[in-house]
Nanobody, 130 residues
Framework: DVQLVESGGGSVQAGGSLRLSCVASGATWNIYSMGWFRQSPGKEREAVATISRRGHTCYGDSVKGRFTISEDNANNVLNLQMNNLQPEDTAMYFC????????????????????????WGQGTQVTVSS
């Protein structure tokens, strides 16, 4: 399993920026892809952005052009730069890591912007006020 610890959440006003980070430890050798997901009360968890070990990225439609996902593979750190934040971005943000076998099956099925059977972090809260 992979252990994930997020940081960087907080409260900002609309139009502001935040940078989330996630440090992975444990079986990091077995990671196929990583990603950020978010969930707000009463809503389902949704994919914000994903990135494969090869650097292929995918973004949810609502964050394209505003958020950027990046990965420091050497240090097993996943980042999410969030610019021009809006009140609708308010949510708990979770880091996730997909194991190799599940990710390879997903890739063969051409399923994108998703992770299969990932390990999850505890989450970090992002609150955007208008």
């Amino acid at each position: 399993d992979v252990q994930l610890v997020e940081s960087g959440g907080g409260s900002v006003q609309a139009g502001g920026s935040l940078r989330l980070s996630c440090v992975a430890s444990g079986a990091t050798w077995n990671i196929y892809s990583m990603g950020w997901f978010r969930q707000s009360p009463g809503k389902e968890r949704e994919a914000v952005a994903t990135i494969s070990r090869r650097g292929h990225t995918c973004y949810g439609d609502s964050v394209k052009g505003r958020f950027t996902i990046s990965e420091d593979n050497a240090n097993n750190v996943l980042n999410l730069q969030m610019n021009n934040l809006q009140p609708e971005d308010t949510a708990m943000y979770f880091c996730a890591a997909e194991p190799w076998r599940a990710g390879d099956v997903r890739r063969r099925r051409d399923v994108r912007c998703a992770l299969v059977d990932p390990d999850w972090g505890q989450g970090t809260q992002v609150t955007v006020s208008s």
